[in-house]
C-alpha cells in the first residue's frame, strides 16, 4: 500500500498522480478525503481562492440550502456529525461555508488543492493510459485518474441581452456575489430572473434599496421555507437519531428522510388532500412538491397541489392583479425546481417593490441607464442578473476534455450529454463525473448524492488496483441502455413537459433532453451497488 499523502505535495506536477480531482466543493473535498485515505496519491484544482464551491461562490443576501443542515451535511464521519451544532433548521450561506472551512480544517483536505486554478484541458494518452491535465495556472500533470467534481450550478448563464455592456451601474450575478457584500442603500435595483435565487434575493434587496424592480419572464412556484432556529435540546434529538434520519434519506427519493404519501392525490377526501399540503407547506421548501407520490406524474393530481399553491399566494399579496402575474400558469408544480422562500411573496405588498412582467413586454435592450422593456424605460443603479446556470453540463463544457481517438465530450455530447449512471462516459477511460447527468444530481440532497458517487468510484479504483486493471470505461451499449432507462423514467412523469434547466430549456441552443436520473436516490445507489457487486457490469475493463 502507498503511504498516504496529507501533507502539501510538493511533487504532485512532476511526479505521475493516481487522481486529479477537478474542484474543491462537497463532492471534491469528499473525493480528496476519501482517495487519500485508500493511500491514492490525489491532486486537486479549484478556481475559487476557498473551499466550498457553491456555497464559496453564491453569496447573495438570502442564499440558504432548502434541505434541512441536519441532512444536508456530511455523513461520511460520525463524530464530524456528532460533533458540529447547527443553529438553524435550513442553514444560510455563510453558516454551510464556515461548516466545510471546518471540514476542510478537521480533515487537512487544503493541502490537496492549488486554489484560484481553473482546469483548461485533460487529455486522454492511450498510450500510457494516463490523463494529461493542463491549468491556466501553467501546471501540467499526469494522472492515472481524472474525478470531476465541477458541479450542477456552476457556470453562470448572463443572457445576451442587447447593450448589456453599455450599463453604467453596478452589475452582478448572483452566483458570484463580492465577497464584501453589496450594500444597495437609496439605489434603484433591477433584478432580473424569479428562480431560487432571485426569489430568495428579492426580499433582502427591497429591504434595503430605494426601489426594486423585479423583471419576471415566467413565474415560479415558492414555499415558505419555515425556517427556526435549532436549540440544544432538539439538535440533541436529532443527533440521538441520526442513525436512522441518514439511513431514511440514503433510501428515499431525494436523499432527505422524508416519504410521499403512497397515495394517489386523487383518491383521498379534499379535506384530507388540504390537511395534507397544509402539513407538507408547513414543513417547508421542496417537500410540498412529494405530498402524494402521483403528485408529478399525473396531472390531475398535480392540479390539486397547485389549486392549494395559487390560494397561498393569493393569500399573501394584497394586489390580486399581482397575484395574477406571480401565479405561474406555465408549467406543472414541481416540475420546475419548487422555490423555498422567506417573506417572498409579502415582498409585493411593499410600496418600493415593483413587478415587471416581462410576459406582456418583454427586454428589448440594456442602456447606459437602465433597461428598456416593449412598453417602458427603467432608471437604474444597480443590476442583478439572477439568470442561474448553464446547468449539468456546463462546467465540463468549458473544459477541453478529450478521450480516445481525440475525441472531445463536447463532440460525445452534442446531442445531450451521454453517461452511464452518471459516472462515465463511453470512449473516457478512467474519467468520472460526480453527480453528473444521468445521476440523481440535482433531484437529490447533494451531500449525499457526492458520497454515494465518490464512495462508489473509490470502490472501482481499488477494484482495479486489485486486480492489476489499467482502466475503466462504459461499454458504448450500456450508455445507450442507460439514457433510455433515464428518459423511459422521465417520460413517466410531467417533468420533461415544463422549460427547466433540467431540460436544459434555460440555455438557447442547447439540447432539450431531462438530464437527472429521476428513478430517486434510494434505487439508484441500489443499481450502482449492483453494478459494482457484478464485476461492474456495463464497464470495459482492460
Ligand atoms: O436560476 P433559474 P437560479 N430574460 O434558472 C430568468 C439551485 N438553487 O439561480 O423561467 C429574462 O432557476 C428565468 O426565467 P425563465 C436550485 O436548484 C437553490 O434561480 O427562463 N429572464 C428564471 O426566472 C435552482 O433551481 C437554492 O422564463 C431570464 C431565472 O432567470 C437552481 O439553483 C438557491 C432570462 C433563472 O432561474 C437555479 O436557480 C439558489 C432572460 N433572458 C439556487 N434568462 C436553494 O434554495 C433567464 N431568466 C437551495
Not at 144 to 172: D, K, M, Q, W, Y
Not at 217 to 236: E, F, I, Q
Request: aromatic residues 10%.
Amino acid at each position: 500500500t502507498r503511504s498516504v499523502t496529507t501533507m502539501t505535495d510538493p511533487d504532485f506536477s512532476t511526479a505521475p498522480l493516481d487522481v486529479v480531482v477537478i474542484g474543491a466543493g462537497v463532492a471534491g473535498m469528499y473525493a480528496m478525503h476519501r482517495l487519500r485515505e485508500q493511500g491514492l496519491r490525489v491532486h486537486g484544482f479549484e478556481a475559487g481562492s476557498g473551499v466550498g464551491g457553491t456555497w464559496y461562490f453564491n453569496r447573495y443576501p438570502g442564499a440558504r440550502c432548502d434541505v434541512e443542515s441536519f441532512d444536508y451535511s456530511y455523513s461520511f464521519s460520525e463524530e464530524l456529525q456528532q460533533d458540529w451544532d447547527w443553529s438553524e433548521k435550513y442553514a444560510a450561506q455563510p453558516e454551510i461555508l464556515s461548516y466545510l472551512d471546518h471540514v476542510a480544517d478537521r480533515f487537512d483536505l487544503r493541502t490537496g488543492f492549488t486554489f484560484d486554478t481553473r482546469v483548461l484541458s485533460a487529455q486522454f494518452d492511450e498510450g500510457t493510459a494516463t490523463w494529461r491535465v493542463q491549468t491556466d495556472g501553467g501546471h501540467d500533470v499526469t494522472s492515472r485518474f481524472v474525478v470531476c467534481a465541477t458541479g450542477s450550478l456552476s457556470t453562470a448563464n448572463v443572457p445576451n441581452i442587447a447593450g448589456r455592456e453599455t450599463f453604467g451601474g453596478e452589475v452582478f450575478h448572483t452566483g458570484f456575489w463580492p465577497h464584501e457584500g453589496v450594500d444597495f442603500t437609496g439605489k434603484r435595483v433591477g433584478v432580473i430572473g424569479t428562480g431560487s435565487s432571485g426569489i430568495q434575493s428579492i426580499p433582502l434587496i427591497a429591504e434595503q434599496a430605494d426601489h426594486l424592480y423585479v423583471f419576471q419572464r415566467s413565474a415560479n412556484y415558492s414555499v415558505p421555507a419555515g425556517n427556526t432556529p435549532l436549540d440544544d435540546k432538539r439538535r440533541a434529538e436529532i443527533k440521538a437519531g441520526y442513525a436512522e434520519r441518514r439511513a431514511l434519506s440514503k433510501r428515499s427519493g431525494g436523499g432527505s428522510p422524508f416519504v410521499s404519501d403512497p397515495r394517489s392525490a386523487l383518491e383521498v377526501s379534499e379535506a384530507e388532500r388540504n390537511a395534507a399540503y397544509e402539513e407538507r407547506w408547513k414543513l417547508g421548501g421542496v417537500l410540498f412538491a412529494k405530498t402524494f407520490a402521483d403528485q408529478t406524474s399525473n396531472i390531475e393530481a398535480n392540479g390539486t397541489a397547485a389549486a392549494f399553491a395559487e390560494r397561498k399566494i393569493r393569500s399573501e399579496v394584497q394586489d390580486q392583479a399581482i397575484a395574477d402575474l406571480l401565479i405561474p400558469n406555465d408549467h406543472p408544480i414541481g416540475t420546475k425546481r419548487i422555490v423555498t422562500d422567506t417573506n417572498y411573496y409579502q415582498s409585493y405588498n411593499r410600496d418600493n417593490v415593483s413587478l415587471v412582467d416581462l410576459k406582456s413586454a418583454p427586454i428589448e435592450a440594456i442602456d447606459e441607464t437602465g433597461i428598456k422593456t416593449a412598453d417602458a424605460h427603467y432608471e437604474l443603479d444597480a443590476l442583478v442578473f439572477a439568470t442561474g446556470f448553464d446547468a449539468m453540463t456546463g462546467a465540463l463544457d468549458r473544459i477541453e476534455i478529450r478521450g480516445r481517438n481525440g475525441e472531445t465530450l463536447r463532440e460525445n455530447w452534442h446531442a445531450g450529454p451521454r453517461t452511464y449512471l452518471g459516472l462515465g462516459v463511453h470512449g473516457f477511460p478512467n474519467l468520472f463525473i460526480v453527480t453528473g447527468p444521468g445521476s440523481p444530481s440535482v433531484l437529490s440532497n447533494m451531500i449525499l448524492a457526492a458520497e454515494q458517487h465518490v464512495d462508489w468510484i473509490a470502490g472501482a479504483i481499488n477494484h482495479l488496483d486489485s486486480a492489476g486493471i489499467d482502466t475503466i470505461e462504459p461499454s458504448a451499449e450500456a450508455v445507450d441502455n442507460w439514457l433510455d432507462e433515464c428518459s423511459r423514467r422521465a417520460s413517466a412523469t410531467l417533468f420533461p413537459s415544463a422549460n427547466s434547466w433540467y431540460m436544459g430549456a434555460n440555455i438557447p441552443g442547447k439540447p432539450r433532453i431531462f438530464m437527472p436520473f429521476i428513478g430517486g436516490f434510494g434505487v439508484y445507489s441500489d443499481i450502482c451497488a449492483d453494478v459494482a457487486a457484478a464485476g461492474y457490469r456495463g464497464f470495459e475493463l482492460n
